[in-house]
């Protein structure tokens, strides 16, 4: 029978700010601890991108077949693709600091979220 892995002894760490209190958090605050918890969080992103490139390399196996002048075509619309993506995904990127300054300064947070979401629905319409 497999047992349990040990979970790490918890330390409680006094918090400033308004909250106040006391945060749990690991003892275990070394190199290794630090490395397993970085790979962990990238696993799922190097999934995605390796699924991401066996899917454009799918692609371009399957219109391979067709020849040279689709296999540019697709090419070349992939692309423009990317840059109107790339483009609107900046849009989306920008809302996350605003909102982090809006509550440093505890200020109201609707108008960062109401300029996300203005840009975020107009990009698609405007593409």
Not at 7 to 12: N, R, Y
Not at 34 to 44: K, V, Y
Not at 73 to 98: E, N
Request: with cysteine; glycine share 12%.
């Amino acid at each position: 029978m497999a047992s349990e892995p040990a979970m790490p002894e918890l330390v409680s760490v006094p918090v400033s700010g308004s909250a106040g209190g006391t945060l749990k958090a690991a003892a275990d605050n070394g190199w290794p601890a630090h490395m397993r918890a970085t790979f962990a969080l990238g696993l799922p992103l190097v999934g995605a991108q390796l699924a991401q490139m066996a899917i454009n390399t799918t692609d371009v196996i399957l219109v391979g077949w067709l020849g040279t002048t689709e296999l540019a075509s697709v090419v070349l619309a992939t692309q423009l693709y990317f840059v109107v993506f790339i483009f609107g995904t900046g849009f989306a990127s920008a809302v996350v600091p605003m909102v982090a300054q809006a509550i440093g300064r505890k200020d109201a947070v609707a108008c960062a979220v109401r300029c996300g979401w203005g840009c975020g629905s107009c990009w698609p319409m405007v593409s």
